[in-house]
Antibody, heavy 131, light 109 residues
């Protein structure tokens, strides 16, 4: 069974830092593209960023609010994904989910295209930024 | 940035009803559109990817359609377990900025 388990959330003061972890099992982690998605209390979902597999360059992409403050990394030897949160603001208060991205190749109009989606989700870890 | 607008924001319906939720994007995204279901206190679940492909394990009463800027999620006959919040998400942007719609809360009438 594919499983993602986040940890590391907690209460932190504005300007502080936190590192979230996501332990993966049940699939070949080093081949997976992984994302972080967050959800502020009572609000909708917000994509935070993504890291590709090492084979695909281990490159990272971030949403605008995360650029320059957050960093996604992975340790394939430990089957673990990380999200380093720096310079935290009260508006970063949220449940943070890690996800395994699904990648599907589909035929459309005689050509093949790759589609991405958040296929498997962890249960989330809560980050509260408050003084 | 691609803006996502879902309608309605909330919806009341009864078991057995046919329900349609709409997602509109600010620019064409071909069929790079996903739908998720989220129940209170739970993580979201992928229902539909590539606008119309049903994710494995998702009941066939769920279906998706659309391309370009207008998309729909249809539940053909509502079941009690379908009352939840539904989100659309685009995966078109390069570099990726996978924005979500604001959500549609489906409640029991």
């Amino acid at each position: 069974e594919v499983q993602l388990v986040e940890s590391g959330g907690g209460l932190v003061k504005p300007g502080g830092s936190l590192r979230l972890s996501c332990a993966a099992s049940g699939f070949t982690f080093n081949k997976g593209w992984m994302s972080w998605v967050r959800q502020a209390p009572g609000k909708g979902l917000e994509w935070v960023g993504r890291i590709k597999s090492k084979t695909d360059g281990e490159t990272t992409d971030y949403a605008a609010p995360a650029k320059g403050r957050f960093m996604i990394s992975r340790d394939d030897s430990k089957n673990t994904l990380y999200l380093q949160l720096n310079s935290l603001r009260t508006e970063d208060t949220a449940v943070y989910y890690c996800t395994l991205d699904g990648i599907w190749q589909l035929e459309r109009l005689s050509s093949y295209y790759y589609y991405h989606g958040m296929d498997v989700w962890g249960q989330g870890t809560t980050v509260t930024v408050s003084s | 940035d691609i803006q996502m607008t879902q309608s309605p924001s909330s919806l009341s319906a009864s078991v057995g009803d046919r329900v349609t939720i709409t997602c509109r994007t600010s620019q064409s995204i071909n069929t790079y559109l996903n739908w998720y279901q989220q129940k209170p206190g739970k993580a979201p679940r992928l229902l539909i990817y590539a606008a119309s492909s049903l994710q494995s394990g998702v009941p066939s009463r769920f279906s998706g359609s659309g391309s370009g800027t207008d998309f729909t999620l249809t539940i053909s006959s509502l079941q009690p377990e379908d009352f939840a919040t539904y989100y659309c998400q685009q995966s078109y942007s390069t570099p990726p900025e996978y924005t979500f719609g604001q959500g549609t809360k489906l409640e029991i009438k």
